[in-house]
């Protein structure tokens, strides 16, 4: 337990109407926190008072310019040049990271999002080791896994890496910090104390992935990797099924000439109109940076999501220099902007959460690059509909990895859109006897009350409309092709 030792909570209200960073140093400083609380703290401390001191547009929309075309490179370029003798060499110079903070409530489910069955019964974190696990032994080599876990999925998490035990895969993981939500209106802490439950439940955040760098250099482990040889980390959220290690461009990383070593690299693919809210690359003061839809001027979000004007967008699989981390947090000299991210918690409450991006930090480091990756390279898992996607035949499971099927005539995937009926993972799993073939299918559109038989195979566009109160079975074995279905539609046993 946590004691309070002598400054009581109100004289912190007070403190902050007169200088909000003297009241958060007597926030730090008046509770007996163990050393790692203490250093989220000092984190929040800085953020908060960044928070304070920023007035007005982190960017200026006119001194935004188009980056230099050898900022972003082609991935057949990358490609172009092989792959060394000894591609071990190489991996042994590599650390994978995934972002592990995530909950699965947005998909119906409890603990980390990372534990959900995604694939034949395997979870997000079960491919992530097969993926490893498979490099390691083809190759002979010692990739590490390290997942950066947030307080919501920490405990969860580690009790469940026992089954990995004998599986040929380090896995380290270290927890992001933990940062007081803030009342929208007083800007003070909403937090009465430490405590994590009662009261306090909803009153803490894991501050976004951008905190990986304070983070992963506070746990010791940075240190510790950089002693045992390794020089990159490959981050990227653990829900991007296409986030797999790639050996061209870490043989482009690795054979770079000292002088010149890239420190940072973003995977950039091609946006769609499914795509306009996504960060895109900038040249902005000479440098390479992320530009946020959060950062755009109303004025000029409508140009912002223009795909002919900003063609790219940032897919967060980052490959970082593991020396160039510890010498930015050593002087103090990690850059990101802040995301102010509003809440309403119990009670309608409004509050605000203040995160930072991992992708953000790139103007930070030195001979950063953009690598217009494969479209391939970007697999999410948000919802549902991503999930149908992913458990169908139009991608086949080798080591870990997903791969689109060599019987898809078209490379690009369906656009799938499944109704609030399929929100929850257990009820979209029951409206599915079976997950149909979408092999050749463009478009799906479910909405409402609506189950699928075994054997059902949808091509072309699809769209199955249940009004309220009716509901609609598609038969097993049934073959819709460009079809719209609605009404009422059930199949009685009898």
């Known amino acids: 337990m946590y004691v309070l030792k002598c400054i009581p909570l109100a004289e912190f209200s007070a403190a902050i109407s007169q200088d909000s960073l003297t009241f958060l140093n007597s926030f730090i400083f ?57 591609i071990a060499d190489s991996l042994n110079k590599l650390v994978v990271v995934k972002l592990n903070g995530g909950l699965g409530t947005s ?102 992935h951008g905190d990986i760098y304070a983070s992963f250099f506070n746990s010791g482990l940075l240190e510790q990797l950089i002693a045992e040889g390794k020089e990159y980390i490959f981050v990227s959220n653990i829900d991007n099924l296409g986030a797999t290690v790639d050996l061209y461009i870490l043989n482009h990383l690795v054979s770079q000439p000292n002088g010149k070593r890239c420190e940072f690299i973003m995977e950039v693919t091609d946006k769609t109109r499914a795509d306009v809210k996504g960060g895109t690359l900038i040249q902005y003061d000479g440098k390479l940076r992320l530009l946020e839809i959060a950062q755009v001027p109303k004025a000029h979000v409508d140009e912002f999501k223009s795909v002919s004007k900003f063609k790219i967008f940032n897919t967060n699989n980052l490959w970082i220099s ?58 999410p898992v948000k919802t549902t509909s991503d999930l149908l996607l ?15 099927s060599e019987r898809r005539e078209f490379p690009t995937t369906p656009h799938v859109k499944l109704g609030s009926s399929f929100t929850k993972v257990q009820e979209y799993l029951t409206r599915f006897e079976s997950i149909p073939d979408m092999l050749e299918l463009d478009h799906l559109t479910v909405s409402g009350d609506v189950t699928f038989g075994k054997h059902v195979s949808l091509k072309g566009t699809v769209i199955i409309i249940a009004n309220h109160g009716d509901r609609i079975d598609i038969p097993a074995g049934s073959m819709l092709e460009n079809k719209i279905v609605s009404g009422n539609l059930r199949i009685l046993d009898h």
């Open 107 to 208: 998909m119906g489910c409890k603990g980390p999002k990372s534990l959900i069955s995604v694939r034949n019964e395997n979870t997000f974190l079960d491919l992530t080791v097969k993926q490893i696990e498979h490099l390691n032994k083809t190759y002979n080599a010692d990739v590490p896994l390290v997942l950066m876990n947030s307080f919501n999925t920490d405990e969860d998490t580690k009790k469940i890496l026992q089954k990995y035990t004998h599986h040929r895969v380090k896995i380290h993981t270290f927890n992001q910090s933990r940062y007081p939500r803030i009342n929208k209106e007083s800007l003070l802490p909403v937090a009465k104390d430490m405590a994590m439950t009662g009261e306090n439940a909803d009153v803490w955040y894991p501050p976004g």
């Open 322 to 379: 593991l020396s160039a981390i510890k010498r930015l947090q050593e002087q103090n000299a990690m850059d990101m902007e802040i995301i102010v991210n509003p809440k309403t918690l119990d009670g309608d409450l409004n509050v605000i959460q203040l995160e930072t991006a991992v992708g953000a930090a790139i103007k930070c480091f030195d001979n950063a690059l953009g690598i217009n990756v494969p479209r391939s390279r970007f697999l």
């Open 390 to 404: 992913v458990m169908s035949n139009l991608y086949s499971l080798e080591a870990g990895s997903l791969t689109m």
């Open 30 to 86: 008046a509770w007996s926190l163990p050393q790692v609380s203490k250093k989220d703290f000092e984190g929040f401390r800085k953020l908060f008072h960044r928070f304070l001191q920023v007035k007005g547009p982190s960017v200026e929309w006119s001194k935004i310019n188009r980056p230099p075309e050898d900022s972003i490179q082609p991935y057949d370029k990358i490609k172009a040049k092989g792959l060394p003798d000894n």
